[in-house]
């Protein structure tokens, strides 16, 4: 999700039209922790979200894009949010980090926008447990390597 509270892109409201605008009207929110809604309704509690939000805190967004996949009139696009928010009263800032998912559709003005937008919290990477391992071990000795790549490149030369 885009987010940004800089002062001059923000209407006397209190909402940053700018982040609204690449979300579909129709679109559906399930963001961590949130109840989710669709539709119509999704698009009046982000504006009200954001408007609270940017009330209260100064908040900063990184984004980083792990993949970003195209197949005809949808994209989808994963990776992790990690959003700083400092309150406007003073005080510590607190920093969150969660996973996400956004599906884009191409509107028929030719515009790319946010149909769907799932995230969940970020978690530690971890090592898989030493069963997984083994078993992942024991399945790439069955088959050769040579015959993964061929796949590889049948796969790529399909599309």
């Known amino acids: 999700m885009l987010l ?3 002062p001059d892109r923000i209407d006397g409201e209190g909402t940053n039209h700018e982040n609204l605008s690449v979300f579909a009207d129709g679109y559906s929110d399930m963001s961590a922790g949130l109840a989710s809604f669709y539709g119509t309704e ?3 509690v982000l504006k009200h979200r954001m408007k609270k939000l940017f009330a209260r805190y100064h908040a900063q967004l990184a984004v980083t894009i792990i993949s970003i996949q195209v197949q005809g009139p949808l994209a989808f696009d994963w990776g992790w949010h990690k959003l700083t928010l400092t309150p406007k009263k003073g005080g510590k800032p607190s920093t969150t980090r969660t996973r996400y998912l956004d599906i884009w559709q191409k509107a028929a003005n030719g515009k790319w926008e946010i149909v769907i ?5 970020d978690v530690p990477p971890q090592m898989p447990p030493r069963e997984a391992l083994t078993e992942l071990g024991a399945g790439l ?3 050769s390597r040579r015959s993964g790549r061929r796949r590889r ?3 790529g030369s399909a599309n």
Not at 117 to 121: A, E, G, P, R, Y
């Open 153 to 155: 490149s049948q796969i």
């Open 117 to 121: 937008f799932i995230d969940n919290l």
């Open 4 to 6: 940004e509270s800089s």
């Open 141 to 143: 000795r069955k088959g």
């Open 42 to 44: 999704a698009q009046a």
